[in-house]
């Protein structure tokens, strides 16, 4: 599998057919008319030009971003055919090739490989766990219970501090007023 030049990561959507060796930049993992099978370019057999253009778009992080480039593929376009998507370009050349899942072998890591099928597979299964994730997570609920709980638990305390200084202060308020009655009707009345 090639690997990224500037940060040394193996890059995606690299592939090789078990029964003849074409090396392949796989488009589509799987194909909607046939779930079995899956949407390559033979690489090699492209002119220099369209080669080095397609395998330039293919490296880039936006594709390396994303597990099928063809939707990435009908946005770009080649210097020699500035009208036409690369993708358009391609199937207008003949070059895009729908072969048989099996037979070809996407490099994961270099001790490991898998068919597009099974690549499609692994990401349904991941997305169906982190779906199924998302929707409720028992640890998640309670822990987000008990940190609603002890907020609310400080909000009270802080609520009875303050009704309690406030208390303070009306008595202190009612005796002060209690006290000036007190001496307004002390001077109110006559000496006797």
């Not at 330039?56 to 946005?75: A, F, G, M, Y």
């Not at 501090?161 to 006290?179: H, K």
Request: charged residues 30%; glycine residues 2%.
């Amino acid at each position: 599998m090639p690997v990224n030049e500037l940060t040394g990561k193996q890059l995606k959507h690299y592939a090789q057919d078990e029964q003849t060796k074409e090396r392949y930049v796989v488009i589509a993992l799987q194909n909607d008319t046939d779930p079995n099978t899956c949407s390559v370019v033979s690489y090699d057999r492209l002119d220099s030009d369209l080669r080095s253009e397609l395998l330039s778009v293919v490296n880039s992080d936006e594709c390396q971003r994303v597990p099928e480039i063809w939707k990435i593929l009908d946005t770009k376009f080649f210097y020699s055919y500035p009208k036409q998507t690369m993708l358009q370009v391609l199937r207008a050349l003949r070059q895009i090739k729908i072969v048989n899942s099996d037979q070809v072998r996407v490099e994961i890591t270099p001790d490991q490989t898998m068919t597009p099928k099974e690549i499609v597979d692994a990401i349904n299964l991941y997305n169906k766990e982190k779906e199924a994730k998302s929707h409720f997570s028992p640890e998640v609920s309670a822990r987000e219970a008990v940190i609603e709980n002890s907020v609310q638990n400080e909000e009270i305390e802080s609520l009875k501090e303050r009704m309690g200084t406030m208390e303070s202060q009306i008595n202190t308020l009612s005796s002060s007023i209690s006290e000036l009655i007190s001496a307004i009707k002390q001077s109110v009345q006559p000496n006797e």
